[in-house]
Every structure is written in C-alpha cells, then in structure tokens.
C-alpha cells in the first residue's frame, strides 16, 4: 500500500499546487473533495496526514463547506491551511473573523516558536504569503499561538499534543513563501513519517506490475496524440502488455507542418505497434463554411470519435481503451466552482460509445511526473519536452473557417516561429508557442507593390500547468527575427503581431 498525504479540497486555487509540493518532496500525494474523506479502517489504509487546503469561501457563510473535523482529528495529523486553519479554529471553540484590513501578499514571520516541530529549521523573519480576508481573532482554548507576524497575531497555532494538528493562515505552497517547502516538509516528514519513497522509478514498478494484473491477457487500444501524455501512456502500457497493446494516431489534417509523418517514426523507433489514419477529407469537408469556434470544436470531436471508433472496430478483441488523462485533469473535473470555458473533445465521450473499460495508467500524475516518468522509460527528450498542443490542432488557431489552404499557410508561419524557438535555446523556456491566423487582411508594401494580405499573431506562453499563463517575455531581437522570416517567405501573410495577453482574463489558444 502507497502512503500518502491527502489534501482536503475546500475549492482553493492553490490546492493542486499543496498536491504538488508534496510529490516534489518525493511523497505521494492525493487531492479530494473535503466531504469525501475515506473514513473506514481499509480506506484509510496507508494515509499518513490529511491536509486542509485553503477556500474562497469564509467559515461562517452560509454554505460554507464544512467537514466533521472531531471525526478525523486524532485519528491522523492534520495541517490546515488558510480556510482549512481557519475552520479548524472554528470548530475546536476560537474565533474567526473579517480581517480590519486584508492580509494579501508577503509578510515575514516575526516570533516563532522554536521548539514546534512544524516550523523546524525556520527562523523568524522567514518570508510567507498571505491571503485571506478573514482572520482568526481568539484560538481554541489549549491552543497555543506558534507563529505570528506584524499583523497577524495566530499566523500559525499548534493544538495540544495528543491532537497532532496545526494550523496556518498563510499559504506555505506557493512559491513566495520561502520557507514553505521546509514547513511542508517538517509536517509530511518530521510529523507524519513519510519515508520520500515516492518516484518515477518507484512508479513505473508498481504502475506496471498493476496493469500486468489488471489487463491480464486483454488487448487494449489507446489514440495517440502526439502529444507526452498519450506518447507516455503508450510507453508504460507496452512495458506491461507488449503487442497486446494497439496505438491508434489520427490524422486530422490540423497537426502542424510535418507533425504525423515524424511522429508516426518516432512511435515505431520506440517498438510501439501502432497504426496511422489519414481522416483529414472528412475532418475538412465537415468544417466546410463553419466559423463558430465552440461549433468547429464539436465537429473535430465528433469526427475524431467517428474515425477512431471505426478503425478501433476493426481490433475485433479489444476490451479496454487506454488514455493518457493525467491528474490536473481529474482534478479539474472535481472543481468546486468550475464552469466549462472551452469543451476539450479529448476527454469522455468514447469509452462508452465503444462499451470498452477504461484504462488511465497516468491519471495520478503531474505533469512534470509524466515528463519524468517517460525519461525514466528511455524515451527521446524531443518526444518528452514538446509543448502541449490542443486536440483540435491548428483549427482553433484559424480564426473563421478552416480550409486546406489557411491550414499551409499557418502550418507555416508556425514551423518558422518553432524553429526559431528551437535555434535559439528558447523552446524549453516557454510551456507552449504557436501562430494564430486572423481573420484580417492589411495593406502592406513589399519591393515597389501594394499588398493586401493576412496577419498572424505569435502566440508564446509560460506556465506550469496551464490554469494560469503569461505571455513569454521573448526578446525583441527574436521576435522581429521571425517576423521578418515569416513576411519574407510565407506567401499570402504580411504583418505579424505579439500577444501580450495573460490568462486570465484571455486564454491560451484564441478559440
Ligand atoms: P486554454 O486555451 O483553455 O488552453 O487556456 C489550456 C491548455 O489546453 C490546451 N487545449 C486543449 N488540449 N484538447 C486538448 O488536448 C483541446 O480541445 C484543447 N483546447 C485547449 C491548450 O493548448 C493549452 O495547453
């Protein structure tokens, strides 16, 4: 049985950073909803503490997600975090209250109390991030305060002994807490016992030997994307299955310059058994005159499940159908306060329109795991760094209707703008890079003629995980390097622009 740390959700944006953190420190880490703690003696099998994330919410709204805290305290260590201190304070007989003035941002922590084992190695003045715009005014009684600021007087309490439970109004996931990695350390190490067993390596062994057992002699079916995850996810399963595993990549006639042809070798260099289908007639015939993007998405979906389902049919034996969702994923599906912005066509729909049990050997993962996890396997680094591309290809980079034509044009621009990143070392320092085709056309004057003639805009981000992005602060030298080269030699493109746009409020792809 894995030990583990579990993070209660009480639905703050930073709970999937607290999940992360933990796995940095070489723990295994899960995220569920705060109502769903797997009380029972077989459930629990393996936790070694629970942590209460933080929340937008406050602990005395009405509706506020509220947990049976007396059930769980003393049964395991547990750390609240902002909401999840603040509930705890709550509950046990303190007070929580709207701040006087908002806690956000750094703070340093001014008195600390040396002898509590969560704050081991950490010396007042350390840095911590607030934000909360509630704080707690009174502890429990018995509780001792362990930590303050300037402003914060119970920036961190300690309850008694037998209790083994802390709290922290500050949010020592983020990166501005300096001291946050030690604090969560201390906890996860120090109070809980975790042995940091947790590894790529130490993964794929009992990954493995799992699907050996689960998948028995069944044949399973997985689509590629070109993408790490569906690439890692293949890598894995044919460690565990070998040729009882069929790769099925789909060519939609959106991926970028050259992209299926060089995938499709890098697929069978590392031994995988996979088959390529060229589908992009139909993917392009029906997105004839469609300019919705939200329409477009459902067509490529639509398609794309009408293609697999028909080549996968032909795999008579089939029983399961593998994909390669990774934790963020899940996660995302579990959110709180989560409306849908974009559909992505890639997750759901198929296992059931094809009656196949569903196989995701990766759905634990982050994604600097999976990248780690392919290394580990031996897969080549260009396979494991390429950026994440949508599912629907270029077509949601193609503002208005998708043609052929507009595809080479961008498909391009695009390979200039990825080469150029490439040549110049700058690839691996942005999460992802593309053009986008708008749907304009500007005079411009090339030698002695007037031209009347299309703009695309480059598009480069930076991110760890996508909910969140800035535009990459490229240099200008490199940015009028490929806008040049893009004017000079993609016929029918003349203007280039820079989005300098964050998400949020804009998204990464325009579409
Ligand atoms: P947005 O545009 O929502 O994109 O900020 C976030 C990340 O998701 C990728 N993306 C997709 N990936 N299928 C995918 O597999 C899709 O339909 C899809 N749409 C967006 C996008 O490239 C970025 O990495």
Redesign the pocket.
């Known amino acids: 049985m894995t030990e583990k740390i579990v993070i209660l959700d009480f639905g703050s944006q930073t709970t999937q950073l607290i999940g992360r953190r933990v796995r940095e420190l070489s723990i295994y880490s899960e995220i569920i909803p705060y109502n769903k703690f797997p009380f029972g003696r077989e459930a629990e099998e393996g936790i070694i503490g629970v942590i209460l994330s933080g929340s937008p919410l406050s602990v005395y709204d009405e509706g506020a997600f509220k947990l049976d805290l007396h059930e769980l305290v003393g049964r395991l260590p547990v750390l609240g975090i902002c909401y999840g201190a603040q509930l705890t304070a709550q509950e046990f007989g303190g007070k929580v209250e709207p701040a006087p003035s908002r806690e956000y941002g750094r703070a340093n922590l001014a008195q600390i109390d040396p002898a509590c084992p969560l704050f081991k190695g950490i010396e007042p003045g350390a840095q911590v991030w607030m934000s909360h715009g509630d704080t707690i005014t009174a502890i429990p009684e018995g509780f001792t305060t362990v930590a303050s600021t300037d402003d914060v007087r119970f920036a961190a309490f300690q309850a008694p002994a037998e209790m083994r439970l802390w709290g922290v109004q500050f949010h020592p996931e983020v990166f501005h807490s300096t001291c946050g990695m030690q604090l969560l350390e201390n906890f996860c190490v120090g109070i809980c016992g975790a042995s940091r067993s947790w590894s790529a390596a130490s993964f794929i062994e009992t990954t493995v030997a799992a699907l050996k057992q689960q998948l028995g002699n069944d044949r399973v079916i997985l689509g590629l ?1 070109g ?1 790490v995850d569906s690439s890692v996810a293949a890598v894995l399963l044919n460690k565990a299955i070998g040729d009882r595993l069929t790769c099925i990549f789909v060519d939609h006639g959106m991926l970028r310059k050259n992209e299926f042809a060089d995938v499709l070798r890098d697929y069978q260099c590392l031994g995988l058994n996979v088959i390529g289908v060229d589908a992009s007639d139909k993917f392009f015939a029906d997105l004839a005159g469609v300019t919705d993007p939200e329409r477009k ?1 459902k067509i490529i979906g639509a398609d794309f499940i009408e293609v697999f389902d028909a080549e996968a049919h032909k795999i008579t034996d089939a029983k399961w159908l593998a994909q390669g969702t990774i934790y963020p994923d899940c996660i995302e599906s579990l959110s709180i306060t989560g409306t849908v ?6 997750v759901g729909g198929l296992p059931e329109r094809m009656n196949l049990k569903l196989c995701e050997p990766l759905r634990l993962l982050f994604k600097d795991e999976v990248r780690a996890v392919g290394r580990e396997l031996g897969m080549p680094e260009h396979l494991i760094k390429r950026h ?5 290809g270029l077509a ?1 980079r193609i503002l208005g209707e998708v043609t052929r034509e507009k595809v080479t044009v961008l498909q391009n621009a695009d390979h200039i703008f990825i080469q150029g990143l490439r040549d110049s070392g700058l690839y691996d320092q942005v999460w ?1 890079a593309g053009v986008i085709l708008l749907p304009v056309q500007s005079v411009g004057v090339m030698g002695d003629e007037r031209t009347y003639e299309r703009a695309v805009a480059l598009r480069a981000v930076t991110s760890t995980d ?1 909910m969140t ?1 800035d535009w990459a602060h490229l240099p200008y030298e490199f940015l009028a390097k490929v806008s040049n080269e893009i004017i000079n030699k993609v016929r029918g493109v003349n203007r280039v622009c820079y989005d300098i746009s964050s ?1 949020p409020p804009s ?3 325009w579409e």
């Open positions: 994307s993408g998405r912005i974009k559909s992505h066509h890639n994440p591309f949508p599912g629907p949601v992802q996508a992005a998400k998204t990464i792809e």
